[in-house]
């Protein structure tokens, strides 16, 4: 679900993060 593109990747941290 985010492995397709870095910018996935950055939202799923950022998201994860808070």
Known sequence: MAAHRPKTL???I???SG
């Open 10 to 12: 950055k939202i799923v």
């Open 14 to 16: 950022l998201g994860d």
